[in-house]
């Protein structure tokens, strides 16, 4: 069977939360051609102040994160007092409940690097 690609999706630098600077490569203008994935982000720094304001407390509305950590350390919490930190080599899968605030800070660490996954 022969497969060729369809789409391609060349990711843009922005800033998302409370100023973390990011690649997003997916978001909700490529949902409708990759759907079920919402948005897919990347993210490499050396530099804490390009990341150490987070995601502050915020809606997921059901939604499925998967993050990766290469390197670097994250703190997930949510609305429910329920937290879990990663770092190094670790990933997390995240189920979001509908109406419970979740928040991802992301402590100094000598280099920020991975990406994260959302899909429905």
Known sequence: MQRSVTHTSLGFRTQDGAGVSLVRVLSNQTAKVFD???????FDSTDPSDYR?????HPHR?????????????VHRDSLNNEDAI???????????????????????????????GSI
Not at 53 to 57: K, L
Not at 64 to 70: A, C, N, P, R
């Open 36 to 42: 079920p994935i919402l948005m897919l982000d990347s």
């Open 53 to 57: 304001a987070g995601f502050p407390m």
């Open 62 to 74: 059901g939604i499925e994160t998967i993050s990766l950590l290469v390197r670097g350390n994250m």
């Open 87 to 117: 770092s190094d080599g670790e990933v997390q899968w995240m189920t979001a409940g509908s109406g419970i605030l979740h928040e991802e800070m992301l402590p100094d660490s000598e280099r920020m690097l991975g990406v994260q996954l």
